[in-house]
């Protein structure tokens, strides 16, 4: 069964950095599209960053464009989102999630396979 494992999030003050890692196991997960959503409290869950697995192509919202990095580690399985510069309005519960092709879409409900979520907070 194929299983996502989210680690590394934490309590941040902003300027501040922290790197998520995204474990997948289950399956192989070198073919298709992964990324990273975010939920804050009393929000919907929101696009961040999003690769295509094997080529290494990379999109992002233009809210974290330039302060985020998104990369994978293909031997170990495993997705990481580097986030710098954070700032109060990124604290939410981070998300990894894959799809079941290579064409990365923006939208939640084009992934189908979900992480339990990392709580990020930032204080000011």
């Known amino acids: 069964q194929a299983q996502l494992v989210e680690s590394g999030g934490g309590l941040v003050q902003a300027g501040g950095s922290l790197r998520l890692s995204c474990a997948a196991s289950?399956?192989?997960?070198?073919?298709?599209?992964m990324g990273w959503f975010r939920q804050a409290p009393g929000k919907g869950r929101e696009f961040v960053a999003a690769?295509?697995?094997?080529?290494?192509?990379?999109y992002f919202a233009d809210s974290v464009k330039g302060r985020f990095t998104i990369s994978r580690d293909n031997a170990k399985n495993t997705m990481y989102l580097q986030m710098n510069s954070l700032k109060p309005e990124d604290t939410a519960v981070y998300y990894c999630?894959?799809?079941?092709?290579?064409?990365?879409?923006?939208?939640?409900?084009?992934?189908?396979?979900w992480g339990q979520g990392t709580q990020v907070t930032v204080s000011s």
């Open positions: 289950g399956r192989t997960f070198s073919s298709v599209a």
């Open positions: 690769i295509r697995w094997s080529g290494g192509a990379t």
């Open positions: 999630a894959a799809r079941t092709t290579s064409v990365v879409v923006t939208t939640a409900s084009g992934y189908s396979y």
